[in-house]
């Protein structure tokens, strides 16, 4: 399987290798995927929607995850 993404993100390494290196999480990698393909792809306003909504989602992981962590 090619794991080189250079198409849509234009670096001369593997989007999976930027995903290794700064230790991502699934959402994170995602969110930005989206982010740097969005002008790419043709469905530029479309494709942002979707990542704020993923954002929003994240967030209210994040804090009932953190709530949970300080009772």
Same mark, same amino acid.
């Given at each position: 399987m090619n794991v080189n993404t250079q198409s849509y993100y234009k670096g001369t390494d593997s989007l999976y290798? /930027?995903?290794?290196d700064w230790d991502l999480n699934a959402y994170e990698f995602d969110i930005i995927k989206r982010i740097v393909r969005c002008?790419?792809?043709?469905? /530029?306003s479309e494709d942002l929607i979707k990542t704020k909504d993923l954002i929003d989602i994240y967030l209210r992981e994040q804090e009932h995850r953190y709530l949970d962590f300080n009772k």
């Open positions: 290798k /930027f995903v290794e002008r790419h792809k043709g469905s /530029f």
